[in-house]
């Protein structure tokens, strides 16, 4: 399976942009790019996913670079609401498993 | 609209004990489900998996162990409890897409928090 790396943890100020960002340089042809978010004593919930082209969605924007072996994800205006670990998955068309890594846990100041 | 149920939400077990947790999906037919544990402070961590009726992967051999009696129940259990099988415990569906490339989305339950003592 392939693996991602994300920073253990970032902090962004109310209000601002948040970059996010994932290197998955082992990455397949076929493999999409998951994100999802975990609030603390919650199950992780869905953000959005691609394959090749950036991808917007009500919740951010993933932006996956050229040769695909890394990815951003973006949240325009971070909110306190918005504290959570952040979890890049690789998605292999080839198996019904998820590989969760140990995420990035964003801290947002208000 | 879809929804996924687990019981019980926290639960107190002595070691050596039995262990039995469910989980439900309503509104979807013939989802994948998925068992994970998340032990404090970590990642999770795939324990099972089951893409129809009576048919599981197991992902990490263990004292657990996992059934799918219905299209959409899907139950985690053990025999005897160690103090290592506490954690968060979710149970998560997906329906797979099948186009040029197969790929799903993940809908997660709100966890049993489970501690051995």
């Known amino acids: 399976d392939a693996k991602t790396t994300q920073p253990n943890s970032m902090e962004s100020n109310e209000e601002e942009p948040v970059h996010l960002p994932c290197n998955h340089s082992t990455i397949s042809g076929t493999d999409y790019i998951h994100w999802y978010r975990q609030l603390p004593s919650q199950g992780p919930e869905y953000v959005i996913h691609?394959?090749?082209s950036n991808v917007n969605n009500r919740m951010a924007s993933l932006a996956i670079a050229e040769d695909r072996k890394s990815s951003t994800l973006i949240l325009h205006r971070a909110t306190l609401r918005d504290a959570a670990v952040y979890y890049c998955?690789?998605?292999?068309?080839?198996?019904?498993?998820?590989?969760f890594g140990t995420g990035t846990r964003l801290k947002v100041l208000a | 609209s879809q929804t996924i149920h687990q019981w019980p939400a926290t639960l107190v077990q002595p070691v050596g004990s039995p262990l039995s947790l469910e989980c439900t999906v309503e509104g979807t037919s013939n989802p994948n489900l998925y068992w994970y544990r998340q032990a404090a402070g970590r990642g999770l961590q795939l324990l099972f998996y089951s893409v129809g009726i009576g048919q599981i992967s197991s992902e990490v051999p263990q004292n657990l162990s996992a059934s799918r009696p219905q299209d959409r129940q899907f139950i985690l259990s053990s025999k005897k409890l160690l103090l290592s099988d506490s954690g968060f415990y979710l149970c998560?569906?997906?329906?797979?897409?099948?186009?040029?490339?197969?790929?799903?989305?993940?809908?997660f339950g709100p966890g049993t928090r489970l501690t051995v003592l």
């Open positions: 998560a569906w997906s329906v797979t897409y099948r186009t040029t490339v197969i790929t799903d989305t993940q809908y």
């Open positions: 998955i690789l998605r292999g068309s080839g198996t019904y498993k998820y590989i």
């Open positions: 691609g394959l090749t």
